[in-house]
């Protein structure tokens, strides 16, 4: 079942294109990524999306149910999100928060669900805490833990990692990949091509418009771009690459690895995803 | 319910743990009025007077009147222009009083002085000349900013049966300069001596200043939350609550209304303490005007925030508030008198729903006055701008 539609969206801002006829969907139960440089158009598209921008053209269906201006409350009750510029009470606890939000989001929960979300997120801990005393990846997590309120199908999440360290973003993408598992879909936006090819089961290429669509390893057979394998081995693998040091060679695919590895001594084995910035700028380029 | 609720308890903790917002909010009201209500009417001697009346028997025994209350009298003669010759007095500071030929009495002053004079001519008339009408009701009727007006048709019956009326009815110039104002409790009828009275009535008119400004403050308030919500992304939760708009609105105003009654409730809490009339909070005049200046200044908060939202591109603290707010404080009368200033700028200000509301509970409180349909008017003007500013914001700016 579909539960994002975008068919044909157009968006302006005085002379400038934002969007120029996007389509795309997004199935339920996947993680769908909209990935693109600053300036992209993928925030317009996301609070189009939940009405927040006003679309020059186009449709878009939450749930099937065609969405113009705000979304009606029995679609907006299925959504978690978290926007950009999205931030909360400084001088209010997380706690505090949390109550605030879903009051303002009509969310009628206890404090036992309210423990619940906090925990899901790993927040409960620091819960009494004051907000604006947390740390960047605290934040983020009772962030998270606010667009979870009322159990939504969907999160809509606006680089949900963005302005955090490197163990932070992988933790919070860890965090909203559990969340899929648990049968939640995810349509996140992100210009950062490391979290788009490890978390997305899916990635819309935008710039104005969308590139491209499709999963990680389609996107990279289509326009060409291969997964690096840096083995450490006591002797030179046959055809393989000196890097520094190690041994680096590249295959088309994950697959692919086992068979290059075959009869090697290795010590240590990294495999890493191609690099989809460089596919990125393929298809810009072309 | 549980929005509002929400909403309040979030404005009044997050205002409470933050030091500059309570230090603006809670602290400062407190310390203006320690400054100003308390240590600075320490220190208030009896009111002395100057009077000058015109030369007729009648305002000589007026003036006599006058100074037994510790006020000098002095008489006017040949004024050309009598009335423009005591606007000009009353400008500068000085209460004035004039009898017009027709019987009419006004008394031009500074919003401070003004009432002082009106109650002491209204006494000596009632009371010195016309004692024998005493079954006669006296009420003070309307005054405003100092001046009093329609003051004589009560007079006027009382005057019909006295054979010193056409002294009153021949052009009386009566100039008061007054450092003080005095009180006059109760309508004209039950005066309070202004020996034992002058400084209640000081502390009276201070506090409902004070706490009228507090309503009117709002309009800072709401600004700064409708702000600081914009800042951390609360306002696009807000547009996308099921609640609605208006509803997440007011109840942002509520939160702020939390805070300006507890700022209201400290003052009144300190005045009692330092033995001020705190009573005055009470009056349903002040109370009502409380009201006026709540709707007027959420309103306000909610149509700068509104264009602020509309016309700015980025978010950054609101500009207008502050200076749009002391501007409107003093122009009104709650830190100066307002009829110090130009008379073409006094005209429009007068319309001003929060000079109505000060004017309408000071007479109420220091009277017992309503000049309700007046009020009604301003207190109406105050609803529509809320109504607008309620209408007119976006909560985000959808471009």
Redesign the interface.
Same mark, same amino acid.
């Given at each position: 079942m579909v539960v994002v539609e975008v068919v044909g969206v157009s968006k302006k &801002?005085g002379n400038v294109t934002a969007l120029e006829d996007v389509y795309l969907e997004v199935k339920r139960g996947e993680m769908f990524c909209v990935m693109g440089p600053n300036g992209a158009g993928k925030t317009t598209l996301l609070e189009g999306i +939940?009405? +927040?921008?006003?679309l020059d053209r186009g449709t878009v269906r939450l749930f099937g149910v065609e969405v113009r201006?705000?979304?009606p409350?029995d679609v +907006?009750?299925r959504v978690g &999100?978290l #926007? /950009? *510029?999205?931030? #909360?009470?400084? =001088?209010?606890t997380a706690w /505090?928060n949390l109550? +605030?939000? =879903? =009051?303002?989001? *009509?969310v009628?929960t206890s404090d036992g669900e309210l423990r619940a979300v906090l925990e899901a997120v790993g927040a409960l801990e620091y819960a009494k805490r #004051?907000y604006g005393k947390l740390s960047a990846g605290q934040k983020k997590r009772v962030l998270l833990a606010a667009a979870l309120l009322g159990r939504p199908e969907l999160l809509i999440l606006d680089e949900p990692e963005a302005n955090l360290d490197v163990a932070s973003r992988l933790e919070i993408m860890d965090l909203v990949k559990r969340l899929v598992a648990g049968g939640v879909t995810v349509l996140f936006s992100t210009h950062a091509a490391d979290i788009a090819v490890r978390y997305a089961d899916r990635i819309a290429m935008l710039n104005r418009k969308i590139l491209a669509v499709g999963s990680v390893e389609e996107l990279v057979a289509k326009f060409g771009g291969r997964w690096k394998v840096v083995v450490r081995t006591k002797r030179q693998p046959a055809g393989q690459e000196r890097d520094g040091g190690l041994y680096v060679t590249y295959v088309n695919s994950p697959a692919e690895v086992a068979e290059v590895l075959r009869g090697v001594e290795a010590l240590e084995i990294s495999v890493h995803p191609p690099d989809l910035g460089e596919v990125f700028r393929k298809i810009w380029g072309s | 319910m549980g929005l509002l609720k929400e909403l309040v308890l979030a404005t009044v903790k997050s205002n409470a743990r933050e030091r500059q917002a309570f230090f603006w909010i809670l602290i400062f009201p407190l310390m203006i009025y320690i400054i100003f209500g308390v240590l600075l009417l320490q220190d208030e001697g009896k009111p002395r007077v100057a009077v000058y009346i015109s030369n007729s028997s009648t305002a000589e025994k007026l003036a006599e009147w006058l100074r037994w209350y510790n006020i000098t009298a002095e008489v006017v003669k040949g004024l050309d222009d009598p009335i423009n010759f005591l606007k000009k007095q009353a400008a500068v500071g000085r209460a004035a009083v004039y009898v017009a030929t027709n019987g009419n009495v006004t008394i031009y002053s500074t919003s401070v002085y003004g009432p002082m004079v009106a109650g002491l001519v209204e006494r000596a008339l009632y009371l010195q000349r016309f004692g024998e009408f005493r079954n006669i009701t006296m009420n003070l009727p309307y005054v405003e900013g100092g001046v009093m007006y329609n003051a004589t048709y009560k007079i006027d019956e009382a005057m019909a049966n006295v054979s010193a009326t056409s002294v009153f009815r021949n052009g009386t110039h009566i100039l008061a300069t007054i450092p003080r104002w005095s009180p006059q409790f109760g309508g004209g009828v039950h005066y309070v001596d202004l020996s034992t009275g002058l400084r209640g009535s000081v502390k009276a008119t201070w506090l409902v200043r004070m706490g009228l400004v507090i309503g009117f403050y709002l309009m800072l308030t709401v600004a700064f939350t409708m702000y600081s919500l914009h800042v951390t992304g609360f306002l696009k939760r807000l547009y996308l609550s099921p609640k609605g708009r208006y509803v997440s609105l007011l109840a942002v105003a509520l939160g702020s209304l939390a805070l300006s009654l507890m700022s209201l409730f400290s003052i009144a809490v300190l005045a009692y303490l330092v033995g001020h009339p705190a009573s005055v909070f009470t009056n349903v005049g002040f109370l009502v005007a409380f009201i006026s200046n709540v709707l007027f200044g959420v309103g306000v908060g909610l149509l700068i925030s509104a264009a602020d939202i509309r016309l700015r591109s980025g978010v950054t603290p609101p500009v207008l508030p502050t200076p749009l707010f002391l501007l409107l404080a003093f122009l009104s009368g709650y830190f100066m008198p307002a009829e110090l200033m130009p008379e073409g700028i006094l005209k429009v200000v007068q319309n001003l729903p929060p000079y109505v509301a000060r004017v309408f509970a000071e007479t109420a409180v220091l009277y017992g006055l309503y000049d309700w349909w007046r009020f009604t008017t301003a207190f109406s003007a105050s609803m529509a701008i809320l109504v607008g500013g309620l209408l007119l914001h976006p909560v985000v700016k959808r471009q």
């Open positions: &801002y +939940l009405g +927040l921008r006003r201006g705000r979304p409350f +907006l009750r &999100y #926007l /950009e *510029g999205m931030d #909360l009470d400084t =001088a209010l /505090e109550r +605030l939000v =879903a =009051a303002i989001g *009509g009628k #004051l | -």
